[in-house]
């Protein structure tokens, strides 16, 4: 397994839409076995294939949490396919988007379909924290960001606020001074 690096916005591919893939052969288990090493390192709870820079609809997860037992789910061409008409919002960040959190409002449950890692269709009904990861890594799949469902105000400061970091790691790299510390993040809240 290997640790893949994760594109922070605004990287242009993070907007584009993921192809699905034929089938879960070798290659794709090891894209989702890199991704899930990657997203537990970051820490997260969640990672999409674009966030890697793969533009293949695959997404794997994991919220075990004491009350929460899912172990690690690994997707392929997930596609929601039932939605409740009841909403809930959650704060939501992302590894894609560092340091940064909102209030998304999202479906409360969810049926997802998908090939597994050994290729075989599943449905699995998803509620609380489960449903709204799973909303959120799709969501990447189809080049959308979680700060593109808050305001514009408050999407365009963030961004500007990440264009700054990235300028500002780009120039201490270019002056050979070692790269600032980043703070992990929450991976209760970093789908």
Known sequence: MALLPILTAPDPRLKKKSLPVDAVDAGVRQLMDDMLETMYDAPGIGLAAPQVGVLKRVIVLDIDREDTKTGPLFMANPEIVAAS??????????????????????????????????????????????????????DHLDGVLFI????????????????????????????????KAHAKEDPEHAL
């Open 85 to 138: 008409d009841e909403d809930v919002a959650y704060e939501e960040g992302c590894l894609s988007v560092p340091d940064h959190y909102s209030d998304v409002v999202r479906p409360a449950t969810v049926t997802v379909r998908y090939l597994d890692r050994d290729g075989k269709q599943q449905d699995l009904a998803c509620d609380g924290l489960l449903a709204t990861c799973v909303q959120h890594e799709i």
């Open 148 to 179: 593109d469902h808050i305001s514009a105000l408050k999407r365009n400061m963030i961004l500007r606020k990440l264009l700054k970091a990235r300028k500002e790691q780009e120039r201490d790299a270019a002056e050979g001074r070692p790269a």
